[in-house]
């Protein structure tokens, strides 16, 4: 069922998604993106670098908080624009549980062409992960 810009105002919030991160996801996504640096797969070399653990890819970590996005449209073409600054890293310890992103969106502005502005909320371990998280999001 695709949004309608008819049905949205500012404030609505985007159902709210958790998504799990294990290190074997991690290395999924360094064999599609052929993004192998060590900090993302290797626990020794990224406490040498001054890590606390292994961390997953910033890419990675963008592309499972936009789904909230996509989810909610229906259709990620209808994504016409995206951007976040990356404020910390998502630790994903080898403990067999990994970590966790929790990401939720709300509604900012309604702009002209039947586009809105929907901000985004990642965090992980109670800490937040992106910082100016935006989309903009053409509807129906």
């Known amino acids: 069922m695709a949004i309608s810009f008819d049905e949205v105002e500012v404030g609505t919030e985007l159902p709210a998604q958790s998504f799990p991160v294990d290190r074997a996801a991690l290395v999924r996504y360094a064999g599609a993106s052929g993004d192998f640096n060590p900090i993302h797969w290797n626990e020794k070399f990224a406490l040498e670098v001054g890590l606390p ?21 229906g259709d990620p073409g209808a994504v016409v624009e995206y951007g976040v600054r990356f404020s910390r890293p998502v630790v994903v310890p080898n403990d067999g549980v990994g970590a966790v992103i929790e990401v939720s969106g709300k ?24 910082g100016m998280s935006r989309a903009v999001v053409q509807l129906g």
């Open 53 to 73: 653990d292994v961390i997953a890819h910033g890419m990675f970590t963008m592309a499972e908080a936009i789904r909230v996005v996509t989810d909610w449209t």
């Open 107 to 130: 509604v900012a502005k309604l702009l002209e062409d039947r586009r809105v502005q929907v901000d985004l909320v990642a965090t992980s371990g109670g800490q937040k992960v992106l």
